[in-house]
């Protein structure tokens, strides 16, 4: 498929725009040809399957810049034919697909108290992931993680397919150098990332492209691209971590924000009951969880070790709940007063079981609100979960190669 981008690019928002759009239009322009591949991968991507006369009504191409198209793709193991469908009249419509060994995609979640390496297929199915665990992050630690890793990752994919792998996408928290004290971590080695480009020196050590991406905004983009709730427009996306972040969805399309960083959400003001304030994720992160754990003298590691599985503190966890919930509906009432938003996703590095009671805690808060004037949104748990992350940092390399980004500036045709 024809580059049309910078290799190793840095971007705050790829996989800003959602296969889902329903206004991208192609052009029989043949100056156009990488962007209507990237079209037609977009629409195939989106539904599973197509014919071309299905592509050729969506994109208003016509049916012979279509075949090209579709004959390129194929020729390039991107897509594959389905059997074909007879109809009782006229010749059977074959249906294309997306090949899901067509591409690879390496994500890199660089966390507070945990990384995590993923290689993923074009479907953005798991192949492979690697976990590691430690107090705090420091610039040599993940680059020696993913020196290491990344062979370990690519070493069970068929030789023949080592040239598909893609990029390296990192999600990472932004500034981590200014959160120190409340990582429990110490200034002076938590300051060597105010001036370390991580993006620059893992692309000095691995031959491939590298992205880089807000870590709770690649989780949105992961949502976005490979989660189960279809068809949301517009919603606003929490991710309890470590701390607390998210992402925003308008129009079916991730905004990232002028500096990648829309929908942080750590900062955002809370009133405590007694009138002080404090910031979101002093009361919705899972750092509170851990120095909850650890004032009754309980082993905080199982929160990182294996956040699918939180055991033998259940009744701390649901302590902990009764404070994320109040706070996350304060922050849910406060962002929809902003944005007419329709929906609310909740998900979290944190077991499905404790994600379903925070969000159904939260409805409860919300709806005790004075709501004159608003339409209350519909809060649903996130689909994608623990390795959402580390998804949305491999959905960034992605999206920049194959798929329709929304800074690309067409007109309809």
């Not at 990332?193 to 020196?201: G, K, S």
């Not at 079916?252 to 002028?258: M, Q």
């Not at 960083?261 to 994720?281: F, H, K, M, T, Y």
Request: net charge negative.
């Amino acid at each position: 498929m024809p580059e049309d981008r910078n290799k190793g690019e840095t971007r705050g928002d790829s996989a800003a725009q959602s296969p889902r759009s329903k206004s991208l239009r192609g052009s029989n322009q043949s100056g156009l040809r990488a962007y209507n591949q990237r079209l037609v991968l977009s629409l195939v991507y989106t539904h599973g399957g197509l014919a071309k006369t299905d592509i050729s009504r969506m994109t208003g191409l016509s049916a012979q810049t279509c075949s090209v198209i579709m004959r390129e793709l194929e020729a390039e193991e991107l897509i594959v034919k389905g059997e074909p469908i007879r109809g009782k009249v006229g010749q059977p419509s074959v249906p294309l697909s997306i090949n899901p060994d067509g591409a690879f995609f390496v994500g890199l979640k660089v966390g507070r108290r945990s990384a995590e390496l993923i290689l993923v297929d074009f479907l953005g199915q798991p192949k492979a992931t690697l976990r590691k665990s430690y107090p705090w992050p420091t610039p040599p630690l993940i680059v020696e993680f993913v020196q290491t890793g990344l062979s370990e990752l690519l070493s069970d994919l068929p030789a023949e397919h080592l040239d598909r792998v893609a990029g390296l996408g990192i999600a990472t928290p932004f500034e981590l150098w200014n959160w120190a004290e409340q990582a429990g971590a110490p200034g002076a080695e938590m300051f060597q990332w105010r001036d370390f480009d991580l993006r620059a020196e893992l692309a000095a050590i691995c031959d491939l492209p590298v992205y880089l991406q807000n870590d709770a905004t690649a989780a949105c983009a992961a949502e976005l691209v490979f989660g189960r709730h279809e068809g949301l427009s517009d919603y606003l996306y929490i991710y309890i971590g470590t701390f607390v972040g998210g992402g925003v969805v308008l129009n079916g399309s991730l905004y990232a924000g002028r500096s990648g960083n829309a929908g942080a959400l750590g900062p955002l003001p809370i009133l405590e009951p007694d009138g002080s304030r404090v910031q979101l994720l002093d009361r919705a992160s899972i750092m509170l969880l851990e120095r909850m754990l650890r004032e009754r003298g309980q082993d905080p590691s199982p929160l990182w070790n294996s956040p699918d599985h939180w055991q033998g503190f259940e009744a701390l966890a649901d302590e902990w709940i009764g404070i994320v919930a109040p706070a996350l509906a304060q922050a849910i009432v406060s962002a929809t007063s902003v944005i007419d938003f329709e929906h609310i996703i909740i998900d979290g590095g944190l077991p499905a079981e404790i994600r379903e009671k925070i969000v159904a805690a939260t409805r409860h808060k919300v709806i005790r609100y004075d709501l004159r004037g608003l339409q209350p949104p519909h809060i649903l748990p996130g689909t994608v979960g623990t390795l959402a992350r580390a998804l949305g940092a491999a959905s960034l390399p992605l999206f920049d190669k194959y798929l329709i980004d929304r800074n690309a500036r067409f007109g309809d045709a």
